[in-house]
């Protein structure tokens, strides 16, 4: 089991930054992959980056590359999602999971446990 708990998310005017942290605790965050993935009201979950368990691959979005960093702090079981020059389109509920796979993974039927969520809003 593992649980995640979000925090970080807010409101920010389009080209504005924030920083979410995801909290890890229960199975071994780090022999663990993570991702970031984030809904839209009324879109269906989209996927927004990923994690290895080490931290030494990453993989995001296209409409994200470039703008937002992934990252983690395997002692402090923290994974991060730093997103600057941020759109209105961003707007969503941001959420943390946590994959059993061992190949990291843009699919969200590929992640296990899921933490309950952060909004971000970015006003125009």
């Known amino acids: 089991q593992v649980q995640l708990v979000e925090s970080g998310g807010g409101l920010v005017q389009a080209g504005g930054s924030l920083r979410l942290s995801c909290t890890a605790s229960?199975?071994?965050?780090?022999?663990?992959?993570m991702g970031w993935f984030r809904q839209a009201p009324g879109k269906d979950r989209e996927f927004v980056a990923t994690i290895s368990a080490s931290g030494g691959t990453r993989y995001y979005s296209d409409s994200v590359k470039g703008r937002f960093a992934i990252s983690r702090d395997n002692a402090k079981n923290m994974v991060y999602l730093q997103m600057n020059s941020l759109k209105p389109e961003d707007t969503a509920v941001y959420y943390c999971?946590?994959?059993?796979?061992?190949?990291?993974?843009?699919?969200?039927?590929?992640?296990?446990?899921w933490g309950q969520g952060t909004q971000v809003t970015v006003s125009s």
């Open positions: 229960g199975r071994t965050f780090s022999n663990v992959n």
């Open positions: 999971a946590a994959s059993l796979s061992p190949f990291i993974m843009a699919i969200a039927t590929d992640y296990q446990y």
